[in-house]
């Protein structure tokens, strides 16, 4: 399967990344995606911040958890997404073009969206964007959507997002 997701699965934080995953807006393949100025811009930030921001407290965790797991009980389907990620765009679209309601937050464009994919990482083991779930219930990213086409209206009539 081909990895489907932006940012890097973190198994081992002092290994280097795997050849094939390049999470940052500096690597080679990150001009090969139509993207606009802005989005680039916001991509760039995004990458930037890492190095400016400290790791959360705990109490800040605690928050951040109580918020996902509230964006998750609300939403007959939430997505966890990157603004410049491919992948969580065409996510996106299919829940679009299956008429679904969903709630998507861009973690790049919040402040605690760093926090939040850390704690999207402890809940479900899984660290890259996009991170769905419909129903409460966590389906994966993109590829994982893809693969569940053929019954997707069905699970989403059976959420209530249809």
Same mark, same amino acid.
């Given at each position: ?28 393949? %990150?001009?090969?995606?139509? !993207? ?6 916001? /991509?760039?930030? *995004?990458? $930037? ?52 309601? %969903?709630?998507?937050?861009? !973690? ?6 760093? /926090?939040?994919? *850390?704690? $999207? ?42």
């Amino acid at each position: 399967r081909e990895d489907d997701s932006c940012g890097a699965r973190i198994t081992n934080p002092t290994s280097p990344l795997p050849p094939t995953i390049h999470p940052y807006p500096y690597s080679p393949h %990150f001009n090969n995606h139509k !993207l606009s100025p802005t989005q680039k811009k916001t /991509a760039t930030i *995004s990458f $930037l911040r890492h190095f400016f921001t400290r790791a959360p407290s705990p109490a800040t965790m605690s928050a951040t958890k109580t918020k996902v797991q509230s964006i998750i009980d609300e939403n007959p389907v939430a997505v966890f997404s990157k603004s410049y990620c491919p992948y969580c765009r065409q996510a996106k679209e299919l829940l679009s073009q299956s008429g679904a309601k %969903f709630y998507a937050i861009e !973690l790049d464009q919040v402040d605690d969206g760093s /926090a939040i994919q *850390s704690t $999207l990482g402890e809940m479900t083991g899984q660290t890259t964007v996009p991170n769905i779930f419909i129903a409460k219930e966590h389906i994966g990213g993109n590829s994982d959507l893809q693969a569940k086409k053929n019954n997707l209206k069905t699970l989403l009539k059976d959420a209530g997002a249809l």
